[in-house]
């Protein structure tokens, strides 16, 4: 089955703490590709990381850093000193191809409150 | 670069009425654009796969002729949400995929809040 799991539904920090958030994925493909995107109260969706099967090397832009693992079929998303702008839904997603036909499957969210 | 840009972001209207929503990719082709619909504080369920020059590919439960989908070229797919009712309501979002490969990601319109009264 292909699916992608993010367990934590909302998670509200101070600001200035780090946060991780949880992104679980499950596929037969040995060739995939996640995502992750950013969803502010506004509704668009911003294209953050994408990260390949092959690659497991961690990745960090900014205040932002992602940790893949194959072995827990994991890619976690960590915020660092976290700002009220931080605040917004975030989506991890796998992109898969279903009988020859590339789609997302999307997890369902975690929402992210950052407070001042 | 990499810019989707839907329209209109907003529509209210009367039930009975067609609502067409446009998703255009302004500066890349996009063979292929889809479409999600997002209820409240839920995730982004897709409807459609719309490919430039061939019909679109509906998700299981999406009906065909409720929501018709053209492509018409590799910059604009529309989305019309025919003779809408109350249930209609929804933020549906388009995305057009870079490219053909996996590896590409999509890209995001910012969405159109559609209201049926």
């Known amino acids: 089955a292909q699916k992608v799991t993010q367990a934590q539904t909302e998670i509200s920090v101070v600001e200035k703490e780090d946060v991780t958030l949880d992104c679980v994925y499950e596929?037969?493909?040995?060739?995939?590709?996640l995502f992750w995107y950013k969803q502010p109260p506004s509704g668009e969706l911003v294209f953050l990381i994408r990260?390949?099967?092959?690659?497991?090397q961690n990745e960090i832009s900014g205040r932002y850093s992602w940790n893949f693992q194959k072995s827990t079929s994991s890619f976690n998303f960590t915020i660092t000193a976290s700002q009220v702008v931080d605040s917004a839904v975030y989506f991890c997603?796998?992109?898969?191809?279903?009988?020859?036909?590339?789609?997302?499957?999307f997890g369902t969210g975690t929402r992210l409150k950052v407070l001042a | 670069g990499a810019v989707v840009s839907q329209h209109p972001s907003r529509v209210i209207c009367k039930s009975g009425t067609s609502v067409k929503i446009e998703c255009r990719s302004l500066?890349?082709?996009?063979?292929?654009m889809f479409w999600y619909r997002q209820f409240p504080k839920q995730s982004l369920m897709l409807m459609a796969t719309?490919?430039?020059?061939?019909?679109?590919?509906?998700e299981q439960g999406v009906e065909k002729d409720k929501f018709l989908i053209n492509h018409a070229s590799l910059t604009l797919s529309t989305l019309t949400v025919t003779s809408a009712h109350p249930e209609d309501s929804s933020f549906y979002i388009c995305?057009?995929?870079?490219?053909?490969?996996?590896?590409?990601?999509?890209?995001f319109g910012d969405g159109t809040r559609l209201s049926i009264l």
């Open positions: 995305s057009a995929h870079q490219g053909t490969g996996r590896d590409q990601p999509q890209h």
């Open positions: 596929t037969r493909d040995t060739t995939y590709y």
């Open positions: 990260r390949n099967s092959f690659d497991e």
């Open positions: 997603a796998l992109s898969t191809t279903t009988s020859g036909t590339y789609k997302y499957i």
């Open positions: 500066d890349f082709q996009a063979t292929t």
């Open positions: 719309s490919n430039e020059g061939s019909k679109a590919t509906y």
